[in-house]
Structures are given as C-alpha cells and as structure tokens.
C-alpha cells in the first residue's frame, strides 16, 4: 500500500516505470477529447467542485484515464469525501500515477498524472482515511467510469 512517505519519495526521486508509454501532440490530443477534457487533461485545469459527473458514482467498474484509456482507480478504493471531487485512496497500481511537487498558486502540493500519457488528473493529499491515510482528488473530466 501506498503511503505520503512513499507519494513523497516518487516526487523528488523519480516515479515508477510505468507498463507501456503513449505519447501524442497537442493537436492529436484536441482532436481525440472535448474541449473541457482537454483543457483539463492537457492543461491542467481543475473543473468546478460538485460539477464532475463522477463525483456521486459509486457503480463497480475502473476508472480509465479518459487520454489513454489505462485505467487508474477502481471503485473499491473510492470514497466520499465531500469535496466535489471524485476521491480515492490508492492508485489501482503503483506504476498507474506520477507524482511532481507542484508550487503554483503559492502552495506546494503534490499533482497526480497518468504515468502513461502524463494527462493531468488532480492532486494527492495526506489527510485521507485509514490504512493509507492518502486522498488522490480527481478531476471527473480526466477519467472515464469502465462499468464492470
Ligand atoms: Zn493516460
């Protein structure tokens, strides 16, 4: 299992190796999502809390990354974490994520990307629930719900 002292380590020494890597230009990506997946995923936004369709799903299944399809969670690790961002504990994979230290706004944070395509996802925090006290909160817009 994951920890903070683990998602640290990844940030300053390097992240896992992740299983295969996909790699596409700016446009390749534009023509592949809508707008706002785009704007999120390949720019780093961050859409409006309560505002994600995956907030409130609790259905079975994995949740891919919506750039490359890998998938990243799944719905036993999510939680509710009255954010209004879709909240998890764990990566379905130690390899699934990367971890970078991330100063913007004045805060030093940890961003999660996919470490296949190194789409934008969100930010991981330390103040999650028990046994790995992680929460990893995720854009909606950068994942896609695969129903099992
Ligand atoms: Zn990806």
């Known amino acids: 299992?994951?920890?903070?002292?683990?998602?640290?380590?990844?940030?300053?020494?390097?992240?896992p190796t992740p299983?295969?890597?996909?790699?596409?230009?700016?446009?390749?990506?534009?023509?592949?999502?809508?707008?706002?997946?785009?704007?999120?995923?390949?720019?780093?936004?961050?859409?409006?809390?309560h505002s994600g369709a995956l907030c409130s799903i609790h259905e079975a299944g994995k949740y891919n990354c919506v750039c490359c399809d890998t998938p990243l969670f799944d719905s036993t690790i999510k939680f509710e974490s009255g954010t209004g961002w879709p909240s998890f504990t764990q990566p379905i994979k130690e390899n699934a994520i990367k971890y970078e230290k991330d100063s913007a706004f004045g805060m030093v944070r940890v961003e999660v990307m996919c470490?296949?395509?190194?789409?934008?996802?969100?930010?991981?925090?330390?103040?999650?629930?028990?046994?790995?006290?992680?929460?990893?909160?995720?854009?909606?817009?950068?994942?896609?719900?695969?129903?099992?």
């Open 1 to 15: 299992m994951l920890t903070w002292k683990e998602v640290i380590r990844f940030s300053v020494k390097g992240n």
């Open 115 to 148: 470490n296949t395509c190194d789409g934008h996802l969100g930010h991981v925090f330390p103040d999650g629930p028990e046994p790995s006290g992680l929460r990893y909160c995720i854009n909606s817009e950068s994942m896609k719900l695969d129903k099992e």
């Open 19 to 49: 299983d295969q890597r996909v790699e596409k230009s700016e446009s390749e990506w534009k023509a592949l999502l809508t707008p706002e997946q785009f704007r999120i995923s390949r720019l780093k936004g961050t859409e409006r809390p």
